[in-house]
């Protein structure tokens, strides 16, 4: 696996992100913590994770952009290039001192997602894709799974936040999914989950409400693990609409379908 230098900048910014997030994820319960809407928590920990991983890519790219969770849009003069960061995908988890949460960052070179980087401080994965370059867990080439049936697979997803999102909605969506599916999780961390659908532990995925720094790595690992990804109405454009639905052609195809099922009239 050969890693370009930009993918190796961002490589170095997540570990030293993630040194940070370990060392705070240890003394978790010393954290300051405040809302910022109803069940919407940021700690110092995604805040000081947001700031090391900013230092690091502008020291390397001084020209890009930056857009982060926790701070203040950074236009660059060059104006073809963004990263898209998520410096602590998974508060809530990590909050609770479960260690499943993930620091997402993405590089956007005209519109377009180039490189991604997923890391888990609290289990060493890394995922990394470059566009046209394959997807990789650590050293594995990953490709999304081969199941081709529901009835086979086991799909993750997010349900909606406490003052978010359409909860009645997503009930219909989440009752519909049961009746044909193997099995469903629903782990906390977008990006990971993204990940793995590209790693093929989950073989789909959907959730709606979600921003660009929770999807924009985890949707070139997907493509570049020979997945298929689509936004909950069924255009290609995750990013825009802040819904994804995921996995190989078919089971995303099929997930989409029965999402898309109308709610039935009593
Ligand atoms: P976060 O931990 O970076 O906030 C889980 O369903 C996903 O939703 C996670 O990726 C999580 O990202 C995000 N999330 C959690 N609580 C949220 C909230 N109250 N509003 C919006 N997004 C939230
Ligand atoms: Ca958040
Ligand atoms: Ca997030
Ligand atoms: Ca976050």
Redesign the pocket.
């Known amino acids: 696996m050969a890693r370009s230098a930009l993918l190796n900048v961002m490589v170095q910014a997540v570990f030293k992100a993630g040194k940070s997030l370990a060392r705070d994820f240890g003394e978790v319960q010393n954290l300051q913590v405040s809302l910022k809407?109803?069940?919407?928590y940021v700690s110092q920990a995604d805040r000081k994770a947001e700031r090391i991983i900013r230092e690091e890519l502008m020291k390397a790219r001084p020209t890009y952009g930056f857009l982060g969770?926790e701070g203040e849009e950074i236009k660059g003069t060059d104006g073809a290039h963004r990263w898209i960061v998520?410096p602590?995908?998974?508060?809530?988890n990590f909050l609770h001192g479960i260690p499943h949460f993930a620091i997402s960052v993405a590089l956007e070179r005209q519109g377009e997602i180039v490189g991604a980087v997923v890391f888990n401080p609290a289990t060493d994965e890394l995922y990394t894709a470059e566009r046209g370059g394959g997807a990789f867990l650590n050293d594995r080439r990953l490709r999304v799974g081969a199941r081709k049936a529901l009835s086979d697979a086991v799909i993750g997803t997010?349900?909606p936040?406490?003052g978010?999102g359409n909860h009645g909605k997503y009930l219909v969506e989440l009752r519909h999914v049961m009746g044909e599916v193997a099995g469903i999780r629903r782990m906390?961390?977008?990006?990971l989950d993204l990940a793995y659908v590209a790693a093929g532990r989950f073989d789909g995925f959907w959730?709606r409400?979600?921003a660009a720094w929770?999807m924009a790595a985890g949707l070139l690992l997907i493509r570049e693990a020979g997945g298929w990804s689509t936004d909950a109405e069924g255009g290609g454009k995750p990013l825009e609409a802040g819904s994804i639905v995921c996995g190989n052609e078919h089971i995303a195809k099929a997930l989409r379908e029965v999402i898309q099922r109308p709610i039935p009239s009593k």
């Open positions: 809407g109803p069940a919407d969770e998520d602590l995908d998974g508060t809530t997010g349900t936040h406490l978010r906390g961390s977008a990006s959730e409400d979600l929770d």
